[in-house]
Every structure is written in structure tokens, then in C-alpha cells.
């Protein structure tokens, strides 16, 4: 079955990039990236929400979102796609999505934090953006504003461990309803 999304790939804003299926619409199941979205990196398995590991985390909007986490072997989840157009460089842009923790998720219970690269290819060549340590259960709105150093075609959400952590642990944060990429004026 198909899952609507707002908006086509490529979409144009003024002057931003609407990502293919912003919500994550998909069928809810473990191991699994929503229709538009893939992971480049071995071992990345996100979840698609509610229902995977029979988690019912609810979506801020649409019918589904998207689960990332973190390891104690250091590994972690990561989503991505390819833009329609190239980010330019030395441009600013923001983009918003919403964010929340599931306090309970199959041992990966910790707050993380997430990570927005850019990349001219499939890897993660310049991280864009960070978000605090993400600890509510509830939806909140995170803004990000970022100049790529360089053209960049991939974006990509990594889930992350907090600020300053010693070490690696068991970690989930969880995704929805991205913005369009817009442009902006630089700070």
C-alpha cells in the first residue's frame, strides 16, 4: 500500500527544495526506510513508526515517522536522500522538522541528539546542523540554519550520542514532518 506525501520530489518553494515524502509516509515496520528515503551506511536499520517492535510512538503528522538510534559499539542510524537540486555554496538555508524521544524502545531508551550532513555524494562530507539532546516524549519543532562550505546534493539525519559523552550507549530520537529547504538571509 502507498502512503501519501506532501508535495513531489523536486517540488520548488521560494527559492527551497520540498524532500520527497518530508513525513516519512510509509508502511510501519522494523528495519525499514520510508518510501524516498534510503541509508547509505552498513548496519543502519531505522524504524518506521508506530507499530515497529510494537512501539507506538504516534506521528506529529501523517500516519507514520521514522525511528533512528544509537549503539553501545558506537554504531548509529542515519536517513538520506538525494536533493533534486544541488545546496550551494556559501548560500544559507534552514530547515525545520520535528522532533522526540521514546522513552521506551526495546533497550535503546537514552535521549540522543541529531545530525544533519551534506554531502556531493552518498557520505556524510560536512555536518550542517546539530540539535540539542532530545529528552521530550512530545513533538517540538527544531529550526536549523547552515551554509554548505561546498555544492551538496545528499542530506542526510543521523541519530547521535549527547554532547560531550564519554561514551557510546543505547539511544533513540525520532522524526517527522521536515519543512521545505529554504533559503535565507545569513545571520
Request: charged share 20%; with cysteine; hydrophobic share 35%.
Amino acid at each position: 500500500m502507498m502512503y501519501p506525501f506532501s508535495g513531489p520530489a523536486g517540488w520548488q518553494t521560494a527559492g527551497g527544495i520540498t524532500l520527497r515524502n518530508p513525513s516519512f509516509e510509509d508502511k510501519p515496520r522494523a528495519s525499514a526506510c520510508p518510501e524516498g528515503w534510503a541509508s547509505y551506511t552498513p548496519g543502519s536499520t531505522p524504524d518506521i513508526m508506530p507499530g515497529a517492535w510494537d512501539i507506538m510512538v504516534q506521528p506529529q503528522e501523517g500516519n507514520s515517522c521514522v525511528a533512528l538510534v544509537t549503539r553501545e559499539d558506537g554504531t548509529r542510524e542515519d536517513i538520506a536522500q538525494q536533493l533534486p537540486q544541488n545546496l550551494k555554496a556559501g548560500t544559507c538555508y534552514t530547515l525545520s522538522l520535528y522532533l522526540a524521544h521514546a522513552p521506551q524502545y526495546v533497550g535503546y531508551n537514552l535521549p540522543v541528539r541529531l545530525r544533519v550532513w551534506g554531502g556531493a555524494g552518498r557520505g556524510k562530507e560536512q555536518l550542517l546542523a546539530s540539535s540539542p539532546l532530545i529528552d521530550h516524549a512530545g513533538w517540538k519543532q527544531y529550526k536549523f540554519q547552515f551554509v554548505p562550505n561546498r555544492d551538496l546534493r545528499y542530506i542526510t539525519f543521523e541519530a547521535f550520542f549527547a554532547p560531550g559523552s564519554m561514551f557510546h550507549y543505547r539511544g533513540n530520537i525520532v522524526l517527522d514532518n521536515c519543512s521545505p529547504i529554504e533559503r535565507c538571509d545569513k545571520a
